[in-house]
DNA sequence: GGGAAGAAGGACGCGGCGTCACCTTCCGCC
DNA sequence: GGCGGAAGGTGACGCCGCGTCCTTCTTCCC
């Protein structure tokens, strides 16, 4: 029974469920069709690799909960472990420490966000189209973020922006770079690229926090503010 | 040895300054000239209050060095106590966590500089001259609050923006409610001052730190590029 | 089917955490 | 001056989270 109720608290842990996965493929009423023993045409990778990737995605699932629900100071990794029903030698072959799943956690987002941010890039050609469709896929992208993993958890603490991550510097090199490609096609004068692009995310950030405490959450609205900002405000910045 | 090795690791600690202070004054030459054995004329509070306030200078003092030199992760209760020399007890009595004693240190950095901008926000008299001295007032403080605390220490973690705490919610309402008179004063239409203060504080923020990281720190240059952005862009802002 | 490689497991020692019973120091009062 | 009570400093203690490391089990490959 103590074992049982232990099972229950897991969240879905790959080396269960590859079990019973496994048991079902061997015993169903398909399993004559995939005669093989161990067929070539099997394109899975071993169990080992889904098992380490599976594991990777529960630790990952397991401190998005925890830090929603505890916020990141309070967090602990062994908050983390215990909801992932892992062992604690487990998480350290995945992850050094809190930090590090956090940043892991930053990283996935911004690896989600990268082809929006992409596609603005691709379709825009100027400056204000591109700033446009960009600041809205943030606001868009981030309201979509609040909402799947912050489901019925009405008073919590908030989480702290990721300071560095190499994905989030991705983002940010390529914001830069679309910058000066739209700036260049529209014979804008050179300005400080580095200054613009770091008060640009500096506003979609405090901007998108604040779209996310008011109710409803406006991102047409928000977009609008931070995009006539920018705007109206390039023209007047000091030439290089 | 051990006990003044001890002694010399820690920062001046009132219980013994206090007793070099006392034997000092009441041994020196103008000992007869304070002649009363407890004068109402001393203005002093007693000893109690001064020690407590020594220590709590004393850990936000030790504090800093720590935050300053391990970063604010890295730190730990512990350290911070063990600079100060007090007993772990003694620390417990001013502040309950490593999180309260950041947003002391947090606390006291707004309140010296809400007076700078309290002076801005009486000198000025439109937006244009109170965005440029406050931009300027808030660079150059931030340039001196790092050098005079990160003296020698070249290569050292980066210490995160308090996110919230008493003062800071000041400085938010002080620029808020400045913005307001300014903005009224020019007859500017009405704007979304919730989200243009946030906007402003964000480039702030974020400009500053970019701006410390060159070389050498430009609080003019930066000042002038977030001045003209903002002044740029308020005017293309949606109107209320 | 057997052995090597690799992952999961979890007990362990370490150290930071916050508390509490004790003791020193200070202050007001006679 | 000295006494009593209170404020507050002290540090040992129990607790718990941390990261490690050795053991055990699983998977892979021959």
Known sequence: MSAGACRAERNEVT?????HDRSISESGPMSNIAYFPKPHIDQRPGKRERTKTANRQ???DAAREVFGELGYDAATVRDIIRRTGLASGTFYNYYKSKEEVFEAL???????????LRAESEKAVDF???????????FDFLAKEQESWRIDRPSSEPIPHAR????LAAVFDEVREA?????AHDNAPPVDLDYLTSACIAIARELGDKMLERRPVDTAGAADFAVRLILGGVPALPKL
Do not use: H, K
Request: hydrophobic share 50%; net charge positive; charged share 25%.
């Open 106 to 116: 930053a990283d996935d987002g911004a690896r989600r966000f990268r082809p929006l």
């Open 15 to 19: 080396f269960l469920t590859e079990r």
């Open 128 to 138: 204000p189209s591109f700033l446009r469709g960009a600041m809205l896929a943030y």
């Open 179 to 183: 910058f000066a490609r739209v700036l």
């Open 164 to 167: 560095s991550s190499p994905e």
């Open 58 to 60: 529960a630790i990952l």
